[in-house]
């Protein structure tokens, strides 16, 4: 269950996609706070190549699935907040709160893609959301490990002379 920014289901009449079929597309995709990124130039770049700078939500090249809805709604609670607190008491120069401000237009988009998953999960049948809501739990369950990459640090000087050949 993978959806475009606009909350229209990808891969719908694709069910039965080979394994490689899958390997071969999570080779050209890059992870996202909200799902993935299948701009060429991104990926290529190990996601440090966007040029929207996190606004993945207005980007073509932007996919999420059920998965991140607990982070899509996060992040609308995180865009209202922060419009809220923006329009208070905070003082700042007009420029600098209209840049610091959560448009209108990604509101109603997160929102609006919020709904459509949630509207695709009702229309499931109830083994299927619990096929769902199973697979979901093991991604997020393993999302939360990141392990990275490791790293090798210099090697330090060897403070006994004496041992030197």
Known sequence: MQFDRRGTR??????G????????????????????CLDP?????????CPLRFRCI??????TDVSY???????????????ERLM???????????EAMPSEEEIRRVRRLINQV???????????RAQIEEAVAVVRR????MLGMPRVGQPLPDVRPWRLP
């Open 10 to 15: 990808v891969w719908r009449k694709a069910q």
């Open 17 to 36: 996609l080979l394994d490689s079929e899958h390997v071969r597309r999570a080779i050209g995709e890059v992870a996202t706070a909200y799902g993935i």
């Open 41 to 49: 130039h991104n990926v290529a770049a190990g996601g440090q190549s």
């Open 58 to 63: 207005g980007c073509d090249h932007f996919r």
């Open 69 to 83: 809805l607990p982070d899509l709604e996060r992040y609308l609670s995180d865009l209202l907040r922060s419009r």
């Open 88 to 98: 208070s008491a905070f003082e700042a120069d007009d420029w600098a709160r209209s």
């Open 118 to 128: 949630k509207a695709d999960l009702d229309d499931l049948l109830d083994e299927e």
């Open 142 to 145: 393993g999302r939360s490990v």
